[in-house]
Each structure stands twice: as C-alpha cells, then as structure tokens.
C-alpha cells in the first residue's frame, strides 16, 4: 500500500510538473518558430498533427467519431479557439517578448469572470472581484504605458491588442463550451477541435499568403525543435497530463497552471531566450497574477478555477 501511495504521489507530481513548466515553456518555442515561419502556418501545423494524433488514437479506441451536430459544434469553437486565440497569440509573439505574451493570456479569468457577471450570471461583481478586475487593468496598464518611468520599453501596442482579442476570444469560447453539444470523451472533443482548428488556421494562412512567405529549406533546426516540442510535448503529452490531473486531483488545484504558466514563462524568456525582466515586466506580471488569484479563488455557484480548468483547457494549454 505505501509502494502505491509513493507511485502515485510521484504521478501526481510529474503531472504538476508538466502542466506547470512545459506549457510555461511553450511561449518561448511559439516565439522561436514564428520568426522564421509565417505564424499561422506554423500553428496550422502544430494543431493539424496533434488533432490528427489525438483523433486517431480515439479512433483506433473504438470511440465514435462526433455526430453532424457535435461536428457543428466542434468547428464553431475551433474557430474562436484556433483561430482568433492561438492564431493571433502565435501572430502577436513576433512583435512581443514570450513571457509578456504568456501573461496577457493570463487574463483570460479575467474575461471570465467578466462573462460569468455579465451573460453567465454565476457571479455578482462584488468588491473583491472588482478590485481584481481593477488591479489587471492595471497590470496591462504597467506593460503599456508609454507615460510610467519603470525602465524598458513598453510592449507593442498592437501585439498587446491581439493578446487582449485571443483571450476575449478564449473565454467567450468557454462559455460557450458549457452550452454546446458536444463528445462525451474529453479526449475526443479536443482532438477535434483541434483538428478542425488546424484546417481553419491552415485555409486562414493560404488566404494571407503565407504559403507564399515560406521556404521550408531556410527554416533552422531550432524552429523545426520548436515545432516538435509543441505538438509532442506541448499538445499531446501536456494534454494527456491534464486529463489524468482533472481525474485525480480537485479543479481548483488543477487550476493553479493560470498563475504558475505566466511565471514560467517570464523565467524561461529571461534565462533562455534573452527576454528583458525590468521593473515593468515584474510589476505588471504581478498585478496580472495578484488579479488571478483573486478571480479563480472567489467562492460562485461553480468556481472560476473549475469553469477555467474543465472547459479552457480541454483544447491541450498553450
């Protein structure tokens, strides 16, 4: 019995650990492939393999393929997913620094909470989520400004905005996530979301051009690495990971990746990528943390961290 608790203590922190730090880490690699292919075609090929690994495998399985309607479904969100989230986040990583990317994503609670006020009517906006909204305005407030003497320059205003329109774009997608029909199998249902969300990206950067802008014999090992690691590392291991966590452990403890990603990613910008870590970053990163906190911890009819963790992340992190 002591042998079995200790196997899955280990488990359990192998799993941590890779939600933690390898979905951290996958900002840097997003910002290493899209400065040498065109970003929508380098996500297209990220999610069409993974989709196609994690479909197949449920295939093989025996699991049914989704039905016409659930297949509506899965494309409805792909594209709000794939498309206007990680598309504009893999497009915004060529004009802002890997770590300051991965904490704009880490508003996305932030828009939650804000859709759970207004549509979902699961919170009432009391003092404290205001106070939460307020202090990650002011977070993105620190990275922007032109006007604040904090060192460093402020991040570029319209990668910034495509940061703010993909998270937007995440949390109406969960939301929606909770109201559509779709497969039972988690695994299922990401796979093909993510599938479908590598056709779209894939048809978004023919429309672009993008084929055009590429040159497979000019892009270096590194990005080629990078590619690799997201889809094996990134997509379907860290998926496999979170699905084995959400089945052992509660949602809000799952949900702690949203304030542990950002910090990883800021880290592994510094350390590996020769990112800035002034005053500007630090203190935005941590009003944008300090905001997190307080939305996925704030007690609602379901609480935000479990609405965070069942529905965002069903489509494999970042």
């Given amino acids: 019995m002591e042998t079995q608790t200790r196997h899955a ?3 359990t922190l192998l799993a941590f650990a890779i939600i933690y730090f390898v979905w951290g880490s996958t900002f840097l690699a997003i910002r290493i492939g899209v400065h040498q292919v065109p970003p929508l075609l380098f996500a297209a090929m990220r999610f069409l393999i993974a989709g196609l690994v994690l479909y197949g495998w449920m295939i093989v399985r025996g699991e049914r393929s989704p039905s016409g309607r659930q297949w509506a479904s899965v494309s409805l969100l792909a594209a709000l997913i794939f498309v206007f989230d990680y598309g504009l986040l893999f497009w915004a990583e060529q004009r ?5 990317a991965a904490v704009m994503m880490a508003l996305i609670p932030v828009f939650m909470a804000l859709s759970e006020i207004i549509f979902l009517r699961t919170q009432r906006l009391t003092v404290r989520l205001a106070l939460a909204l307020l202090i990650g305005i002011a977070g993105v407030a620190v990275l922007m400004s032109r006007s604040l003497n904090l060192g460093g320059a402020p991040i570029d205003r319209l990668g910034a905005v495509a940061l703010i329109i993909a998270s937007m774009n995440w949390s109406i997608a969960s939301a929606l996530t909770r109201k559509l029909p779709l497969p039972t199998s988690k695994v299922m249902s990401s796979g093909a979301q993510m599938l479908a969300g590598g056709v779209f990206l894939t048809l978004a ?8 802008d590429f040159h497979p014999s000019t892009v270096s090992r590194a990005a080629w690495m990078s590619l690799l690691y997201l889809i094996v590392a990134g997509s379907i291991i860290g998926f496999t990971a979170y699905v084995w966590l959400i ?6 403890k799952v949900g702690t990746y949203a304030y542990v990603n950002p910090v990883v990613a800021v880290l592994v910008g510094y350390f590996l990528g020769g990112e800035a870590l002034g005053l ?4 935005g990163t ?3 943390l300090i905001s997190v906190v307080l939305i996925t ?22």
């Fill in 9 to 11: 203590r280990w488990k």
């Fill in 96 to 100: 802002v620094p890997s770590g300051i």
């Fill in 205 to 212: 950067a023919a429309a672009l051009g993008e084929f055009r």
């Fill in 247 to 252: 089945h052992h452990q509660s949602p809000t």
């Fill in 280 to 283: 500007r970053t630090i203190l």
């Fill in 286 to 288: 941590l009003f944008v």
């Fill in 297 to 318: 911890l704030t007690p609602a009819k379901k609480p935000a961290a479990a609405l965070l963790v069942q529905d965002a992340t069903e489509v494999a992190g970042s």
